[in-house]
């Protein structure tokens, strides 16, 4: 004679576990019957127009192909009715209603659905939303469903725990900064978020990722979708570059050559509002000034700094004062101390006099001899900065660096 027992159900978190234990008179154990496993996952819902709501949504497997999301948000509007929606492709991008998630009350900040399929009738299981191309938005009332409470990306979209972040220093506009962070995704994506500071209210600032240095220049490689000036934000996905062909994933951001761009206007591209280095160009804590002293034009003097990159490439920056506006000041590294002169051995942007500045990228001498930072710190060499391309034998600063110094 068998006897069965059937033993255990606990809920944790909404998740119920169903053991069965089959036993038989001759001790011998019966093969176990599969459980049923009722799965739970979280997704965050962080602030969109009032920073104090945010909340999450869980989805719970019910174990007969339907799944139940929970939204929970924390300071809702007592009365409030908050229409929520999964949407189609990422909360950067945008896209349709794929379910409809029933109202958040605002008292109590929550609401409950349960469904198995979407708003157009295709089966949707719990794992199929584990990878879902989507992400929810929570709007402020069915009259207003421009206006964002709480928003999240979901699925294969979700984000995870690593992201890198550059600084985008003022240009053009000396007050506006920021950064431009990366977050990975579950599928190997990014989001692309970057914040400015002191953007003019109403402004729209295209922003995009080129090719090189900043300090060299290039073309565009991948678009931004523009800042918005009052917000000074701009949140993109990053999956591919404008050529619609290359994979641009998180793994190849943190290792491209390229810098950021972030323009005034659609009409005023030539304009920067703010710039910096990403990937393997980006600059570290290593850096190294050098004194460049007054030599044949009085008041004219400043330093050479030059900082490591992450890929041991440098920046360098020479920066004047005094320097006359409209001129344009050649400036080079040439071999051996100033004492003893020598040839010139490599080639800086000229010093711009309305700036008094010149940022060049060092990475080879001018014969294509590897010349990286930590070459710089230890060759036997000196700066020239000349008064003009006509003009190369008056000097108007000068400085030993290296092993000279």
Same mark, same amino acid.
């Given at each position: 004679?068998?006897?069965?027992?059937? *033993?255990?159900?606990?809920?944790?978190?909404?998740?119920?576990?169903?053991?069965?234990?089959?036993?038989?008179?001759?001790?011998?154990?019966?093969?176990?019957?599969?459980?049923?496993?009722?799965?739970?996952?979280? #997704?965050?819902? %962080?602030?969109?127009?009032?920073?104090?709501?945010?909340?999450?949504?869980?989805?719970?497997?019910?174990?007969?192909?339907?799944?139940?999301?929970?939204?929970?948000?924390? !300071?809702?509007?007592?009365?409030?009715?908050?229409?929520?929606?999964?949407?189609?492709?990422?909360?950067?991008?945008?896209g349709g209603i794929a379910v409809t998630l029933g109202t958040v009350d605002g008292t109590t900040g929550e609401s409950e659905i349960t469904f198995s399929e979407l708003d157009d009738g295709t089966p949707i299981s719990y794992s199929d939303l584990l990878t879902f191309d989507g992400y929810i938005n929570v709007h402020l009332s069915a009259d207003d469903l421009d206006t964002l409470v709480a928003q999240g990306d979901i699925g294969e979209n979700e984000l995870g725990n690593e992201s890198v972040t550059y600084d985008l220093g003022s240009v053009a506009v000396e007050d506006i900064q920021g950064t431009v962070t990366f977050t990975e995704r579950t599928n190997g994506q990014a989001l692309a978020e970057i914040s400015l500071e002191n953007t003019p209210e109403g402004g729209i600032h295209p922003a995009h990722i080129h090719f090189n240095t900043a300090a060299e220049g290039g073309a565009i490689a991948f678009t931004f979708n523009p800042v918005d000036g009052t917000t000074g934000?701009?949140?993109? !996905?990053?999956?591919?570059?404008?050529?619609?062909?290359?994979?641009?994933?998180?793994?190849?951001?943190?290792? #491209?050559?390229? #810098?950021?761009?972030?323009?005034?206007s659609a009409d005023d591209l030539g304009t920067l509002v703010a710039q910096g280095d990403i990937g393997? !160009?980006?600059?570290?804590?290593?850096?190294?000034?050098?004194?460049?002293?007054?030599?044949?034009?009085?008041?004219?003097?400043?330093?050479?700094?030059?900082? *490591? %990159?992450?890929?041991?490439?440098?920046?360098?920056?020479?920066?004047?004062?005094?320097?006359?506006?409209?001129?344009e000041h050649p400036a080079h590294i040439h071999m051996n101390s100033a004492a003893e002169g020598g040839p010139i051995v490599f080639t800086f942007t000229p010093v711009d006099g309305d700036s008094g500045t010149s940022k060049t990228n060092v990475s080879a001498l001018d014969d294509e001899t590897n010349f990286r930072y930590d070459d710089v710190l230890q060759y036997d060499g000196y700066i020239n900065v000349h008064l003009s391309a006509d003009d190369l034998a008056t000097l108007v600063a000068q400085g030993n660096i290296g092993s000279n110094e």
């Open positions: 004679m068998k006897r069965y027992l059937e *033993k255990l159900a606990t809920m944790t978190f909404g998740v119920m576990i169903l053991f069965f234990v089959s036993c038989s008179d001759d001790d011998d154990q019966g093969a176990p019957i599969d459980p049923v496993i009722g799965d739970t996952k979280v #997704y965050e819902l %962080r602030s969109v127009t009032d920073p104090d709501i945010s909340g999450t949504a869980t989805f719970a497997d019910n174990g007969d192909n339907s799944v139940t999301v929970t939204i929970a948000l924390v !300071n809702t509007p007592d009365g409030g009715q908050h229409p929520a929606h999964i949407h189609f492709n990422t909360a950067a991008e945008g934000k701009s949140f993109t !996905n990053v999956e591919v570059l404008d050529d619609g062909l290359t994979a641009f994933l998180y793994d190849d951001v943190v290792g #491209y050559d390229g #810098y950021v761009n972030v323009h005034l393997q !160009n980006d600059l570290m804590e290593d850096t190294k000034t050098y004194t460049l002293a007054t030599v044949d034009v009085d008041g004219i003097e400043g330093t050479a700094t030059f900082t *490591k %990159r992450i890929n041991g490439e440098a920046l360098a920056v020479l920066e004047l004062v005094n320097t006359p506006e409209g001129g």
